[in-house]
């Protein structure tokens, strides 16, 4: 049973830091391209940012661009999402998500595996 488990959210000041986790259990994601969501209440599910299979190409939304770097170690099949300089709009649910293709830059692509969501929570 393929399970997806985030860790690393919590209350945080703006202009803190978090690193989120999402460890991957059943098989194996090292071909497959994994990426990040987030939504806040009352709002659609949005990208927040995705890495490659290899790790070696990653994309960001523009809201998050230069604070949010992702990563991963397909070792131990496990994405990152490491986030500094948080502001309160970053205020959301954090979701990792597996893609089922191994790149990043391809149209529609889709998702086969959700995680349940870590509560990252930015107070001013």
């Known amino acids: 049973q393929v399970q997806l488990v985030e860790s690393g959210g919590g209350l945080v000041q703006a202009g803190g830091s978090l690193r989120l986790s999402c460890a991957a259990s059943?098989?194996?994601?090292?071909?497959?391209?994994m990426d990040w969501f987030r939504q806040a209440p009352g709002k659609e599910r949005e990208f927040v940012a995705a890495i490659n299979w290899s790790g070696s190409n990653t994309k960001y939304a523009d809201s998050v661009k230069g604070r949010f770097t992702i990563s991963r170690d397909n070792a131990k099949n496990t994405v990152y999402l490491q986030m500094n300089s948080l502001k309160p709009e970053d205020t959301a649910v954090y979701y990792c998500a597996v893609s089922s293709s191994s790149g990043i830059f391809i149209a529609g692509r889709r998702y086969d595996y959700w995680g349940q969501g870590t509560q990252v929570t930015v107070s001013s």
């Open positions: 059943g098989r194996s994601f090292s071909n497959n391209a």
